[in-house]
Structure formats: structure tokens, C-alpha cells
């Protein structure tokens, strides 16, 4: 596979990856995008974005292509509601939108841009100069190597180009374990902005006919010890446990879960490796 030259290179096609390689196409760089994953998921932590991004999305003329949102008053962080009503036009933002959808509007803007986008294709490691940095990848068709003025990654908080970098990621270790989870079929009492119970928290909101994403939130969960994904059995449980409904029948379009870890990157730039997002 034949190198390939470009200004950037940006390793990761989530939101943070494609909405930087559509504004530096439109400060005339060259990009190079690099995804590991061969197709998107379909699946989405986010299901909204704050009014923020929606202003940000309207400056580049974007927003009409999300239809017509549903803006929420009221929203949350962390299981703290925020009540926008007191404030004349204000809102937290749009809601009912997956993030799969909002990275399906940024890859088609990146890529009109002229943003080229390689899907399967994933890092493996980095050699950066004084003049250039040079990526290798692993790619359906074998290995192959990229050369770029400058590299970023946008590949997450386990990001693979952060410590090949060398970047430090100092912080606060998992403490406890919280689950999430697509439900089909049981049509769940809504509890959108988080409910308080005995031992933990749990929320709970329609995503589609059919499906509702909750969240369970226990005290006093710690962290798994391995890597197995979270099963659905354990989300139940953990539900169960909680609200003292059985969910365990129930089908599933999607299980995750997340702790409450908390690290940044000492820095955000290495020379001519850069990193962006959370």
C-alpha cells in the first residue's frame, strides 16, 4: 500500500473527529480520517446535544439537517437537574436525537468538504519529527503508513494515539460501576431526569416505539476486575435490586456500562501529536 501524504490526520470518526476535519477543510487542509470501526455502530451513549452545539451546528448551516429537534428547558449532569424555564428563550437543548445520527450528519459535512474518511482502518503506532509524523495502520488490505504535518487524536479516553505519544493521564481511579441499557418490549415508566432510591439511581426514557434506554446507577457497585462486557443479566439485576421490577425477560438492543473515573491529559499537545475531545 502506497503511502499517502496529507496536512492532518485525524484518528477517530466520532463526533469531535469529523467536526474537526470539517473545519480545518474549511481552513483549505488536507484531511485524513481514520476510524477503526468498518461501519458505524448504530449505537448511542448521547441522545441529545446542549444548546451550545446547537448554535455551533446553525453557524455552519447545519442544523436543518436534524429536522426539527426537540428542545428540552430542562436537562441534566451527572443526576443534577438543571431548569432552564426561569430564563426568557433559554433551553439546556436538543434531545431525541441519537448520537449515531449526529455522527452520520458530521461524516456526510466532513466528507462534502472534501475530507477523505478510511473506515477499518486502525492505528497501530506513530513516528513523529521536527518536519512531519508518519502513522502506522492496519487495514483490511494489510499495513500500510501515512505521513501528515500534524496528527490528532480523537480516539476516545483509552485513546491508543495518546500513549503512543507518550502523554501522561493523570487522575482518579473507578470507584463504582453503572449500567446502561436499550430495553424492547416492556414499555417502562418513564424517569427522565434520574430518580433517587434506596440504594442508588436509576432514570429511565422512551428512545423509540418499543424501546426505553435506562440507566442504573447503584451505590457501592465497584468496578468489574476484567475486561468481559457487561451482560444483561447484571444490568437486570442491578435494576431489580433497585426498583424491584424484573426486567430479565426482556430483550435488548444494546448493554454498556461506564464508572465514574476521572482523568485528564497532562497535556494536549506532543510536538506534532495533538489530542482532542474528552
Known amino acids: ?33 481514520v476510524e477503526r470501526l468498518a461501519e458505524p455502530t448504530g449505537q448511542s451513549r448521547g441522545l441529545g446535544f446542549t444548546a451550545r452545539a446547537m448554535e455551533a451546528f446553525d453557524q455552519r448551516g447545519l442544523l436543518p439537517r436534524f429536522g426539527m429537534p426537540e428542545i428540552s428547558p430542562v436537562g441534566h449532569f451527572g443526576g443534577v437537574r438543571f431548569d432552564y424555564t426561569v430564563l426568557p428563550g433559554a433551553h439546556f437543548g ?24 478510511h473506515r477499518g482502518w486502525e492505528f497501530t503506532g506513530l513516528e513523529a519529527g521536527d518536519a512531519a509524523v508518519e ?11 501515512l505521513r501528515a504535518s500534524y496528527l490528532v ?23 463504582r460501576v453503572m449500567y446502561l ?21 436509576v432514570m429511565a426514557a422512551p428512545l423509540t416505539d418499543g424501546v426505553d434506554r435506562i440507566i442504573v446507577c447503584p451505590d457501592g457497585a465497584p468496578p468489574r476486575e476484567d475486561a468481559a462486557p457487561v451482560t444483561f443479566a447484571e444490568v437486570a439485576d442491578a435494576w431489580r435490586r433497585l426498583t424491584g ?19 485528564q491529559a497532562a497535556t494536549y499537545r506532543a510536538g506534532r ?6
Open 1 to 33: 500500500m502506497a503511502d499517502t501524504d496529507t496536512d492532518v490526520i485525524v484518528v477517530g470518526a466520532g463526533p469531535t473527529g469529523l467536526t474537526l476535519a470539517a473545519e480545518l477543510r474549511l481552513g483549505g487542509a488536507r484531511v485524513t480520517v
Open 94 to 117: 436538543a434531545r431525541g436525537i441519537p448520537q449515531s445520527r449526529t455522527e452520520a450528519v458530521l461524516e456526510g459535512w466532513a466528507t462534502e468538504l472534501g475530507a477523505v474518511v
Open 135 to 145: 502513522i502506522t495502520v492496519r487495514t483490511p488490505e494489510g499495513p500500510g503508513r
Open 153 to 175: 487524536g480523537a480516539d476516545g479516553g483509552h485513546s491508543p494515539v495518546r500513549e503512543a505519544a507518550g502523554i501522561a493521564f493523570p487522575g482518579t481511579p473507578a470507584a
Open 181 to 201: 441499557a436499550d430495553v424492547v418490549g416492556r414499555g417502562l415508566r418513564p424517569r427522565p431526569l434520574g430518580e433517587r432510591l434506596e440504594h442508588g439511581m
Open 245 to 263: 421490577e424484573d426486567i430479565a425477560d426482556a430483550g435488548t438492543e444494546w448493554v454498556s456500562s461506564f464508572t465514574d473515573a476521572t482523568r
Open 273 to 278: 501529536v495533538l489530542l482532542a475531545g474528552d
